[in-house]
């Protein structure tokens, strides 16, 4: 098996050691409990922008997490091929920065970016919900089930870290709402930095968040490429961005020249049907506006992984915030998808209601309206705040289509069956 120096016995870590040969490697193991899992699988049924399955041709949760682990392997491979500080027997893992991409999103629950709000705030007085501490919290403590025993799948230092891009607690947060861990997850933030001391959260956040491994930083740009550049393709399939609309959005806003000439290439491409070719071609662009940088810090020399920043060529940066930006515009703020996000809003909300209702009640024998393992689970603990984990646990697995039948079959009279899976 190739030797890679840049890791080393920090990197491979377990927290709960095992033994036994394998012919994988341990980023190699990472990646293939992700691939084998159905917590992975559900992703298909997930809405990345627009609803899962409504149309065959929209990008999903799983495909954009196959996109973006495409696009991580493709820059560990650029940076491998044009860095002076990498070479042949010292470089980023792209098995690694796969196994990040493809876990990055295993938090998310239905209905997208509008489901994790409306969990954040249902969960307000239980911990709260945020995407990417319920991803970590899915690969350390609820991958695998056994009866009604859940666990993680143990994950090495680096993959745990790679995943984690956010290293403030809940309670140290001045921002309730997204980038926060749940405040349990701290053993956590002290195993990935081996007892180090970290920045104070409470005097610089924003520091401390940003404060992420060269294979953290590879998939988070790998995530921005795919979607900046994605939902502004999926958004002209769906016509919701049209020449019209585009020219019109442009002529209200106070553009920089740069930003015109973007706004020109959008409509040329749209205009001569060369959508899909040429903002796959941008791909490719942002992954070779990379490069790496030295980087000294406290754990510089404790792992290589922290000797690395990733740099994106300021041109190319701007270019993508562009995208989002109109993205959110035209797509994201449109009064189709808010009367959507309205509706799952309505649906996971009554869908919480009915469960904590029931469970969190104090009632002796309460009716069982989970399935039977997450049932005995909720009984087997008299803490408010795990029951309410476990339901949110249960809430944000589900996949769009089985959110809005659970929903149907607790609310619409017409709708279900005794022999119905649940």
Request: include cysteine; charge should be neutral.
């Amino acid at each position: 098996m190739e030797t890679n120096a840049f890791y080393n016995a920090f990197d491979f870590e377990r927290m709960d050691p095992t033994s036994g040969q394998d012919y994988r490697t341990p980023f190699q193991q990472d990646r293939d409990r992700i691939i084998h899992n159905a917590a992975f699988r559900r992703l298909q049924a997930k809405t990345q922008v627009f609803l899962s399955g409504e149309y065959d041709f929209y990008r999903t949760r799983l495909t954009h997490s196959i996109e973006v682990a495409q696009i991580g392997r493709s820059i560990c491979n650029h940076l491998r091929a044009s860095s002076p500080f990498l070479n042949a027997h010292f470089y980023v893992d792209p098995d690694l920065v796969e196994a990040a991409c493809l876990a990055h999103d295993l938090g998310h629950p239905p209905f997208g970016h509008a489901g994790e709000r409306t969990l954040n705030r249902l969960m307000r007085d239980y911990g709260g919900f945020e995407g990417n501490a319920q991803t970590l919290r899915i690969i350390t403590e609820i991958l695998f089930s056994r009866g009604t025993h859940r666990y993680g799948m143990n994950p090495t230092r680096a993959f745990m870290d790679s995943v984690m891009k956010y290293k403030v607690l809940l309670s140290q947060s001045r921002n309730i709402r997204n980038h926060f861990l749940y405040d349990d997850q701290e053993k956590y933030v002290d195993y990935i930095f081996g007892g180090a001391s970290l920045p104070n959260p409470l005097k610089d956040e924003e520091v401390l968040n940003t404060f992420r491994s060269i294979e953290c930083q590879i998939m988070d740009w790998a995530d921005d490429t795919a979607y900046s550049l994605n939902d502004i393709v999926d958004g002209i399939h769906a016509r919701f961005i049209t020449i019209t609309r585009l020219e019109k959005w442009a002529q209200e806003q106070s553009l920089t020249r740069q930003e015109a000439r973007w706004v020109d290439q959008i409509l040329n491409v749209m205009s001569t049907g060369e959508v899909d070719r040429a903002f796959a071609r941008k791909i490719g662009e942002f992954i070779q506006a990379c490069e790496l940088e030295e980087w000294h810090n406290f754990l510089s020399n404790r792992s290589n992984r922290y000797r690395f920043r990733l740099k994106i060529y300021a041109t190319i940066k701007k270019e993508c915030h562009f995208y989002k930006r109109v993205a959110r515009e035209l797509v994201f703020r449109s009064p189709q998808l808010h009367q959507l996000e309205y509706k799952w809003d309505t649906i996971l909300e009554r869908l919480f209601r009915a469960f904590t209702s029931h469970y969190l009640s104090g009632q002796a024998r309460p009716l069982k309206l989970l399935p039977d393992h997450t049932d005995q689970m909720i009984q087997q603990t008299n803490d408010p705040e795990q029951k309410a984990r476990i339901i949110c646990d249960h809430i944000a697995g589900m996949t769009d289509g089985f959110a809005i039948r659970t929903y149907k079959r607790l609310f619409d009279p017409d709708f279900g069956s005794i022999i119905d899976l649940v």
